[in-house]
T-cell receptor, first 113, second 113 residues
């Protein structure tokens, strides 16, 4: 089945540790996105990528890093510089068109203790 | 001012009621609009795209008002299963940022028996 897969579903890390969230899609989509969602809040854009080897900062990129070495993969690293990393992280992808909707993975709940 | 604003609710309505949500946007370059549905602790899923002429899908009607810069979602004959958070989303039409998909904070709907 085609889709977008995030792993793991739940992740616990100690404060000060970097952690990488996985996002893989087999939809042949050019564009991929990372969003963060806090309880009772909407989605805030962290980073997005339009094509391989290219990505742009979103509204809240500080403390995060990404790479786009393959079309199918867009991993997100939450670094120790991120002050409040505990959140629900959502990865999405879409075709490269202005009118295109985005499809989401099931999300990763990161808890930093 | 936020680029996309939604009334967070909550909207508590009886089964069978008609309910409407609005979403205002500040960037007149926004070109593509969407409504997503998000169930508790799940990923958002596309409910419907919003077309300039308005569009209907069963009990759901979406409209776009470019002059006043808002989109709306109307749900008729509400069902218990409609209880969820409804997120609006939009893309700008300018090159470079066309792939960026911006979300509102969501409107929470609870349909009561």
């Amino acid at each position: 089945d085609g889709g977008i897969t995030q792993s793991p579903k739940y992740l616990f890390r100690k404060e000060g540790q970097n952690v990488t969230l996985s996002c893989e899609q087999n939809l042949n989509h050019d564009a991929m996105y990372w969003y963060r969602q806090d309880p009772g809040q909407g989605l805030r854009l962290i980073y997005y990528s339009q094509i391989v080897n290219d990505f742009q900062k979103g509204d809240i990129a500080e403390g995060y890093s990404v790479s786009r070495e393959k079309k199918e993969s867009f991993p997100l690293t939450v670094t120790s510089a991120q002050k409040n990393p505990t959140a629900f992280y959502l990865c999405a992808s879409s075709i490269a068109a202005t009118s295109a909707e985005a499809f989401f993975g099931q999300g990763t709940r990161l808890t930093v203790v | 001012r936020k680029e996309v604003e939604q009334d967070p609710g909550p909207f508590n309505v009886p089964e069978g009621a008609t309910v409407a949500f609005n979403c205002t946007y500040s960037n007149s370059a926004s070109q593509s609009f969407f409504w997503y549905r998000q169930d508790c602790r799940k990923e958002p899923k596309l409910l419907m795209s919003v077309y300039s002429s308005g569009n209907e899908d069963g009990r759901f009607t979406a409209q776009l008002n470019r002059a006043s810069q808002y989109i709306s979602l109307l749900i008729r004959d509400s069902k218990l299963s409609d209880s969820a958070t409804y997120l609006c989303a939009m893309r700008r039409g300018a090159s470079g940022s066309a792939r960026q998909l911006t979300f509102g904070s969501g409107t929470q709907l609870t349909v009561l028996p």
